[in-house]
């Protein structure tokens, strides 16, 4: 693959232009709230839910769960149309766990969402431990006909890290249910948070080298945020934790894009939560300088997605 990109002028491989060139134009993604629940926060497996997790389960907020998802499909395509001439959609279950339903509830609300004749796909967020094998056969159903993707949270690959943040899964869980996935063609995506508390760079570099050796469809970089009412926020105020800094971040998140292969999709790299309730790190709030500012360090260090990356027989 040539770096920098002949279409964008990336030195890294945005899902926005995979998209484009798979379909002819850019797909935007509606954001979808079907009122899923999470079992970390519900007492299943543990109480109180990630310690980095708000009460909004990492959703953007962009419609009202008091719509049906039906309406909200339409709601975003009518908006997404008008703001950016917008002609294909993805729709992207985003908010907490949406995999933690019955089968049978999950397909009525999957179909619900491809209702409207310009969405080309369906990406769904979830944890590794809330699907099994009726769950991913359903979602596989939908791979002949629309861009299917699975976006696993999984943040650490470290079990001490996973532990301390109340994940409330191991590593293990994770690389089943990726095999699980993979092996049905479904497209996987996977969350990775780059500063979680005792993590260092070596350790973050180490989850994204085996994100690599697995073989991820795509990657979504979080910086670690503070959120109000959240176990990190106390954990923050108290100055038991330290955030990275913009210089911290762009020099972790060059060397883990050097780490992946050159045809790993990028779903983000800068720009975390909403500006509006985050507490810090408020230097994160730029997500173009940053963007840009990772553009300008790849380019200084003559580098590239894949350059480090070496793939195992």
Request: with cysteine; aromatic share 12%.
């Amino acid at each position: 693959m040539q770096f920098p990109r002949p279409e964008t002028n990336k030195r890294y491989y945005q899902f926005s232009e995979y998209l484009k060139t798979k379909f002819g134009k850019k797909v935007y993604k509606i954001t979808l709230d079907a009122c899923f629940s999470c079992p970390n926060r519900d007492g299943t497996i543990s109480s109180g839910g990630c310690i980095f997790c708000d009460d909004g389960g990492s959703f953007s907020r962009a419609h009202s769960s008091l719509l049906s998802v039906r309406d909200q499909v339409y709601t975003g395509v009518k908006t997404l149309g008008e703001r950016f001439k917008a002609q294909k959609f993805m729709s992207y279950f985003q908010a907490y766990s949406n995999t933690y339903k019955p089968v049978d509830e999950l397909k009525k609300i999957y179909d619900e969402s491809l209702c409207h004749p310009d969405v080309v796909g369906i990406s769904i967020g979830t944890r590794p431990d809330c699907v099994d094998e009726q769950k991913l056969d359903l979602i596989a159903s939908y791979t002949e006909n629309y861009e299917t993707w699975i976006e696993y949270g999984l943040q650490s690959m470290h079990d001490r890290t996973l532990k301390f943040i109340n994940r409330g899964h191991d590593f293990e869980t994770f690389l089943k249910a990726f095999q699980e996935t993979k092996k049905r063609g479904i497209k996987t995506g996977v969350h990775v948070i780059l500063g979680l508390p005792g993590e260092t760079k070596q350790d973050m570099l180490e989850t994204v080298k085996m994100l690599a050796d697995i073989g991820a469809d795509g990657v979504k970089f979080h910086c670690l945020c503070i959120f109000p009412n959240t176990k990190l926020y106390d954990l923050y105020e108290q100055g038991s934790i330290k955030l990275l800094e913009e210089d911290e971040y762009i020099d972790i998140a060059c060397d883990c894009l050097e780490l992946l292969p050159s045809d790993t999709t990028i779903h983000r790299l800068g720009g975390n939560g909403l500006q509006a309730i985050k507490v810090a790190p408020k230097w994160l709030n730029k997500k173009f300088e940053i963007l840009n500012r990772i553009d300008s360090e790849l380019e200084e260090r003559n580098s590239y997605q894949g350059k480090k990356f070496i793939r195992l027989k």
